[in-house]
Each structure stands twice: as C-alpha cells, then as structure tokens.
C-alpha cells in the first residue's frame, strides 16, 4: 500500500489525527523502503499493464506531476507495460554556414522525458539471482525498429570551458532515443524490453536510456534486456551506472565529453540476459552469443575527464572496452579501472588513444579468444596506461607511437606466439609472471626500451628483439622483491542500511515550492523533531518530506531506528531541486564548537536531499571569509549512515570524529565545504566512505529560477583551508572512489582527538584530488600505521601557496609525529597539474609502486627525512640538460635516510641531487653512482 497522506494542504502543519503508514509493498526486496506520491497506475494517470496499451502519455503524465511537485519517484507496480508512439523534440545545434557560425535546430523522437528532479522506479528482480529470468516492473518497447536516426549525429562547434575557451570541432548527437535521462534524474529497479527484436534478423533502435547534457542521471539496478544501444551520456556530468545488467546488440554504454567525474560501478554486459531472461522469442545462448560477438562493443569511451570504473564485466563481445579520441578534435579521455573482468572478446580492450595522464588499470582480468588480442594499442597511442595486479589471457599487443606501459605484478596465459608484442614506445615489467617457458616478448623495429625487474618464466625473460636501438635492462633478485598490490578488496557494505521497521510517515510541513527564489521563512525545527519522536514512537520507519525548501534553524536529532528522507533515491546536484534543507543555524553562543544541525543516533539515517546554509556568506561575511559553524551532520553512535545527501552551501559537512560510529556508511555526499567535508576516528571500526564528490560548483550552479539557494564561489577560500576528508583512529575502514576538487588538503591522516591515537592500516580505493595545495597529507603516523592506496589521482593546481606537492609524509623533516616505520604505499597513481615538489617525505617510508609523473616538481622525489622506494614508474616531463639544484627527478637531503630507483623509465636521464653518496640506490642508478 501507499504511505499515507497526511492532510491535502501542502503547507499545512502536521494534523492532530496523523497516522503511520507504511511504504509501497514490492513482490521483490530492495535495498531501500519505496516510497512515491506518484503511481503511474493510479487513474489520474491511467497506465495499464495491458497489450496494446500505449503508456506512452500515462507515464509523462506521471512524470511531470512529479515535476510539477518538486520532483519526486514516480513508482512503477510489476507488469508489463507497452510502449507504441513517439514524440517529437529539437536540439539546438551550433553549426557553420560558409564561414559564419548559426544556431539550427534538429528534429529526433523520443518516448519519455524525465525532467530534473524526478526518478522512475519499478519492482525488479535482479536477474542473477533469478536464474536469469527478467521479472518484475517491464518497459515493452514497441516504437522505434529500424529508425533511420537511431544514432544520429551532426558536425558542430563548441568552445572547451576545459581547454581555456578553445574552438572545437566535434559531433553532436541527435539521435533518437526512449528515454531522456536528464540532469538530475534517475532511472532504477526496472527492466527494459525490445519484444520486436528478432535474432534472426536484428534490426537498430534509438539509444534505451540518453542523457543529453547536464549533471546527474543515475541508472540503477536496471537489466537492459536486448538493447540495441543502451546507455549514452553526451556533452555532461557525474553520470552514474551502477548495479544493472544488459544485453546490447551495438553497443552498451558510450561516453562522450564528461568534464567531470562519471561512475560506472557493478555492471555486466553480456549476451545471457537476453538469452536467459525467459521473455517470449529469446534467442539461443549460442546465437546471441554469435551475434554480440560478432557487432558488439561492451564500454566505448571517448573524452572523459577522469572516469571511475569498477566492476565491470563483459562477455563474448567483439570488442569488450574502447578507450580513444572525441570524434572530431584530439581530446581523449584518463580513467581509473578497478576489478574489470573481460572474457571471450575478440578485443578484450581496444586503446586508441589516452590523454597525458593515462590509465590506471588494477585488480583486474582481460581474456580474449582464440586468435583474439586481451589489449590492442592503436597507432595515436603515445602516453600511458598502467597494469597492477591484471591478469591477461592472450596477447598484449601495441602499435602505439610512444608513451610509456608499464606492468606490475601482472600474470600472462594462453597467447599463442607472444605474449607482448610491442613496436613502439617504452615498456616496464616489473614482477610480472608468464606462464609459457617462451614467446615473452618480441620488440618491434621502434622500441625505444624495456625495462624489467624479477618478471618473468621462473625468473628467465626470453625476448625476441628485432628494434633498431631499443635499450633493454633485465634485472632480478630479492632486493627487488616487494608485497604486490592487494587483492579481494570489499568495496560495498553487504546489507545497505535502511531502517528495520518499513513505517512511513509524511511530514507535511510549511515549506517554500514552486520554479521561484523563495526561501521558507517558518522555522519547522519543532515540527520535523515531534515528527521524527512519533516515527521512533511507532517503532522506527522513514519520515519523508515532500518536495520543497524547509527553513531548519535549529538541531535536530534523528533517533535510532529513524531515517529522514527527502524525495531523491539516488545522486543529485544542487541545481537538480528537489527536497532542500535550508539554515540559518552557526551553532549560536557556542559558534562552530556549539551542537551540529542534524545529528544521527545510533542506527539513524538521512537520504535524498539537499542541505544549504542560508548564511555562509551575509552579514559581514564573504566567500573570502565565510561563517564558521559547526558541522551540518554528525554521527553520535554506531550504524549511522548518509546516503544520497548534497550540500549546496556549507562550512563543514559530516562528524564521524567526535563519536565511535563503529559501521557507518557513507554513500554519494557531494557538495561544497568551506572548511571540512568528512572526518572519520573516534575508534571506529568497519565504516564505509564511497563515491563523495566535493566541488565549489555546487555552489553556483543552482536550480531553475534558484529556488532560494545561496549563489557562493568557494574555490579560491577552500584551496587554502579545507581538509575534504580526515581519518584518524579508525580500523577496517573502505575508503572508496570518493573525489574533492578545491582543498587544501584533499586526504589528511592524524592522530584522533578523541582517543589520541594514529591512523591504523586502511586501504584506499581510487581517491581523487583535484585542484588542492597538497592532494595527500600524513602528518601522525606511528609504527603500526600502513596506509595503502590503489588508483589514486592527485592533482595540484596552481594555488596561492608557495608551495605544492602530490604527497606530503609528515610535517616537517624528521618529525618526532611520523614513525620512521609508518608505512604510505600508493599502487598505481597519476599525478599532474602545478606542483612545486612533486613528493616531500620528512619522515616514515614512503613507496610508489608504479606512478604517472606527468608533471614532475623540481624535485619529484624530495626525500628530507624518510625512506622513498619508486618503483614501475613514469616521469614523463623532461628536465634541464644541465640539471642542477632542484631540477632533478630525486633529491636526498643530509637529513634523509635514502631513496630506491628501480625499473622506471625517464624522460630525460635520471639526475639526483644527493647529499648522502651511496643512499640513492637501485636498478636505475649506475654501479659507479651506487
């Protein structure tokens, strides 16, 4: 049954007689209570699971009712539900005439367009642990066979706001589609069906699922049944597939110019789900299978600017990824790559082409068939692509014109005369096993070098070497040996949180509405704490806030067994809409030490809204100097958990610090914090931080008309005083795929104020920072701390400090605050942008196993009180040819202990400036030198 409705006066205060409903009953379980005010069967809107029935206006109507609230799920009962017209829409296009540049508008259909802030929700059956049947909530799609535009696209113009406002000459889709996925939507927990497709005789559709611009459109727990092309983000942001399924007969998911971080996260593509999935006309496993094989591509991505790739497995396609070049100008895309399994493909990834700072590729599997190639490298390769801990099934093979790839820890089967076969540029092997006793590696006529250390048949290396001048280096003993990357990481909490009882109550409370800049002006803090107390009194349950702003000018505390909840069940940005949390609130006579503004009792929650402190920037102050308040969110015990929660505007964002919150799951907070994103300790243990993403804009862009947000640009305050993310004392943490943009310090480890201990081992998954001062800082360390972090990117840009650096391991040298056995271990990093010092290590032992140096520092490795270990890695940028001083790829001051060089190329000769003879060590430096 529905949650019940409390009053029909939105703005209403909470009738006296209120009852506790319960959420929306579903055949299948989910991870969350649904709840929806708007049911696409309900005879308002009118949809039938009925054949012949055409859905197509029932569930627009729906939509944008949803809409028209401010946004909200638009839920969908199990059934089938038939889709049979279309509607028509134009895209703006900037294209030339002659020499003049003209605005023209192009026509393409679509079925369904969901507009910002509304989600479509089914009942689904996860397909895997249904013996492949397709169940549930089914979108029959009976429109758009043989659409001559189904991928349609025109040559155009834009100017890059990446690339300094540069011309570009590219192309825009106007393809068909069935359903828009705009900025800020989502499609989940539902299945989409092509009943017409016929494997004897396969015919294209419109792209299944499209967003054409925009942030935010979330696809999750969706099978894509028999697609022809599934998923397509076009010129946009922060997209998000995550836990879906499909069967694509062209192409599953195609990525065109993200400027910022898009998730791909759990999915599988493979022929099975069409075969599998006991739908009426489904194909053979064989002939589906021969079909993807033959036409299919799995992943193609083109510009991304630094894509976030986990747990992605394809099957029995012809080319299981494509990574290159945005059709039209050079832009290419970097990425980071975690547990990706590709089997049976003919290809198991195809790379075309890669920006400077490269791939990062870990914990991960490429099998390709008999006669087929696990990795391609085309021709306009020349940068970099790292392997850690990957496992190849058949040839690695490169045309590639330069660059540098490099292998650490990897194995190498089943390939049939080689096993690399590389004609061009610069290859690192480093611990790497094969498994043949021949045909390791042939090197073509431009192999610049090959570099290897301990890699190998049983230690033995044979190399077929036909280059003209390829310098080759093999080295191998037990000084070279170190502990490889780490395998079988958890990456997701077993059980997402929700609370136990699945009571529902509706707060129906004053609030602002409407496409309009009006703030709420009533303070309901009094209201939504009674409404909250009556939930805990039912027995637990959700209390849901319907679309609007909420003027909440006083704490509130969410008891245990409680969650509140706004109208967004996935990802959102501020300029998305929906529920808002407004606030006045600084902590009052206590300032920014007084009490947090929504505080979690042990086992509470608090999903699907958007939070703005009002006054962050007023009343004598600015976004030069903004108001210092306490932290919006805190944790006050175990089992707390955030989810889906963006901050338009704030000072600090989440205490997981002044508590033990033993269990607490944080999942996609995003936002903007002047001073403080999230901070973890108190003795934690078995916490999960994921998918964070802090970014000053945020702040600036907001919804249509505004709707009462607070327009402030952070970025140049943040960059020199926000710590986006502290750990302390904490135990078995996952740290993972979380990303900050502007921050002084973008990841801080140090000792806990409350419990007075150092960070302990953790291990860190695919952390971006960006834009920072110091993108990672350790600054209390002791000797049972071990850090370890896999596909990092750390960037830093030109801020106001004098100076930047990548990595800083301690305060100063020699700092009594890190152990000199502390332990920062970074596998498979890329680091750019404007460092002054590329590394600084003062004290503990430092190593990089395989790291990107795009941009080195003056010096990369500045070791003034700690042991560094660099191994597998490539400093791409060139130094003076009278290097001296500074200038210099390693600098070991008196005060170091001593720095190792093994098995990394350069782009220059390797220079170090070393004031202990004989401490800088390894395979790289002469024997005269050592």
Known sequence: MMCLFLTNNSHAQIAADKKVGTSIKTIYPTKDWVVSDFVVTNPKFGAKAKPGFDNRAAFQAAINAAYQNGGGVVYIPAGNYEFRSTQTAAKKVRVRKGTEEIMKDFDYQYVL???????????????????????????????????????????????????????????????????????????????????????????????????????????????????????????????????????ALSTGIEIHVCTDIGRIENVKIDPKYWANSGLPGSPSLARATAYTKANGTGFNMHRSDWEYVSNLYVTDYKTGMWVGREPGFSDAPNAQFYEIHIKNCETGIYVQAVNPYGLLISNSTFGAEKDGKAVYFDKDFKTSVQFNGVDFTGPVVSDGSDGAISFESCTFSNYSQYALKINNGNVLLTQSEFKKTTGHVFL??????????????????????????????????????????????????????????????????????????????????????????????????????????????????????????????????????????????????????????????????????????????????????????????????????????????????????????????????????????IWVGGGAQGGFIRNMQLNPHYGSRLPQSGQGYPRVALTRFVQSNCSALKFAD?????????????????????????????????????????????????????????????????????????????????????TSKVHPDAQLILYNSAFWGSPTIGAIINSGTMRFQQANFTRSGAPSIDNRGGKAYVYSSYFAQRMPGQATGDDVYVKLHETGVSTELTNNYYASPVKENNAKPGKIFGSDIAPDKK
Not at 124 to 136: F, I, M, N, R, T
Not at 207 to 216: A, I, K, S
Not at 520 to 545: C, F, I
Not at 628 to 649: E, M, R
Request: aromatic residues 10%.
């Open 113 to 247: 367009n969901i507009p910002p802030s509304v989600q479509i929700r089914g009942d689904w059956a996860d397909p895997e642990l249904s013996k492949g049947k397709v169940l549930g909530t089914i979108l029959e799609v009976r429109v758009g066979k043989n659409a001559p535009n189904y991928n349609g696209t025109v040559e155009s113009w834009w100017n890059d706001s990446q690339a300094g406002g540069a011309l570009r000459t590219t192309y825009t889709s106007i393809a068909d589609r069935f359903i828009d996925v705009n900025s800020g939507t989502g499609v989940t927990n539902l299945s989409i069906w092509y009943p017409e497709q016929d494997i004897n005789d396969i015919k294209p559709y419109p792209w299944t699922l499209f967003q054409p611009n925009g942030d935010c459109a979330t696809i999750e727990n969706v099978t894509l049944v028999n697609s022809y092309n599934g998923f397509y983000s076009a010129p946009s942001e922060l997209h998000y597939v995550l836990n879906s399924y499909m069967t």
């Open 444 to 677: 073509g006529a431009d192999v610049n070098a090959l570099k290897s250390v301990n890699s190998g048949y049983n230690g033995r290396l044979e190399i077929k070497n036909e280059s003209k001048s390829a310098k080759v280096e093999i080295n191998n003993g037990k000084e070279y040996s170190f502990d490889p990357i780490p395998k079988n990481i958890i990456t997701n909490i077993k059980v997402h949180p929700k609370p136990a009882s699945n009571n529902v109550l509706k707060a129906d409370l004053p609030r602002a509405t409407g496409f309009n800049n009006e703030q709420p002006t009533e303070d309901v803090s009094a209201q939504l704490q009674k409404a909250l107390n009556e939930v805990k009194a039912a027995g637990g349950g959700t209390l849901y806030l319907p679309g609007g702003r909420y003027l909440v000018n006083n704490p509130i505390k969410i008891p245990s067994g409680v969650e509140l909840r706004g109208t967004w069940d996935v990802q959102h940005h501020t300029q998305n809409g929906g529920v808002g949390i407004f606030t006045n609130y600084d902590g009052g006579a206590a300032g920014e030490k007084g009490a947090s503004l929504i505080q979690l009792a042990e086992g509470a929650g608090i999903r699907g809204l958007t939070i703005a402190q009002l006054n962050i920037a007023t009343d004598g102050y600015s976004t030069n100097n903004p108001r210092k308040t306490p932290f919006l969110i805190q944790g006050q015990g175990p089992d707390v958990y955030i989810v889906n929660v963006t901050i338009g505007a704030g000072d600090k964002g989440i205490d997981l610090a002044s508590y033990n919150t033993s269990g607490h799951y944080v999942d996609y907070f995003a936002g903007v914090l002047a001073r403080a994103g």
């Open 730 to 814: 904490i135990k078995n943490q996952t740290i993972f795929n979380n990303f900050v943009y502007g921050s002084f310090y973008g990841m801080h480890f140090l000792k806990d104020a409350i419990t007075g201990k150092d960070p302990g081992k953790m291990t860190v998954i695919g952390h971006g920072s960006d834009g920072c001062s110091f993108s990672l800082f350790v600054e209390d360390a002791d000797q049972n701390t071990k850090i370890i972090a896999i596909n990092s990117e750390l960037v830093v840009t030109k801020t106001a400090e004098p100076v930047r650096s990548y990595v800083l391991m301690g305060g100063e040298a020699n």
